[in-house]
């Protein structure tokens, strides 16, 4: 049912990333950030977007040879070196296939990661480490 939302938010995300040649940014809803007025429609429309789907934030980025790469985190877990974490991703730059064999070896826990993909180059994207 979000899937507008969702290629919109790429569109805009990414829009925003060009247009301000970044490569790495954690951008949360009213978070105080200063960026040239000629942008701040944008942002505001970021704002609209992310409500939508329950999110506060988003992370834009460049990471390997995606031009631009976006996650959104829905929950995430650590403790002591370890944890894990799930979310939506676009263009991701690493995508892996969901292998459960790989979860645990000699009955630990082990590093996995997987994507698994949904539409207009969203995935979901897991991992453990």
């Given at each position: 049912?979000?899937?507008?939302?969702f290629e919109a938010l790429a569109d805009n995300a990414c829009a925003l990333k060009s247009a301000m040649n970044i490569k790495f940014l954690v951008y949360e809803i009213n978070g105080g950030?200063?960026?040239?007025?000629?942008l701040r429609s944008q942002f505001n429309r970021l704002d609209e977007l992310l409500a939508e789907i329950d999110s506060v934030d988003i992370v834009i980025s460049q990471d390997g040879a995606p031009e631009c790469s976006l996650?959104?985190?829905?929950w995430s877990s650590a403790f002591g070196g370890s944890g894990s974490y799930l979310g939506y991703s676009y263009q991701p730059a690493k995508l892996s296939e969901y292998r459960p064999e790989l979860?645990?070896?000699?009955?630990e826990?082990?590093?996995f990661h997987f994507t698994k993909p949904l539409a207009s180059g969203w995935y979901i994207e897991y991992e453990q480490y």
């Open positions: 049912p979000h899937q507008a939302t950030h200063k960026f040239d007025e000629k996650y959104i985190g829905r979860l645990e070896v000699d009955g826990p082990h590093k």
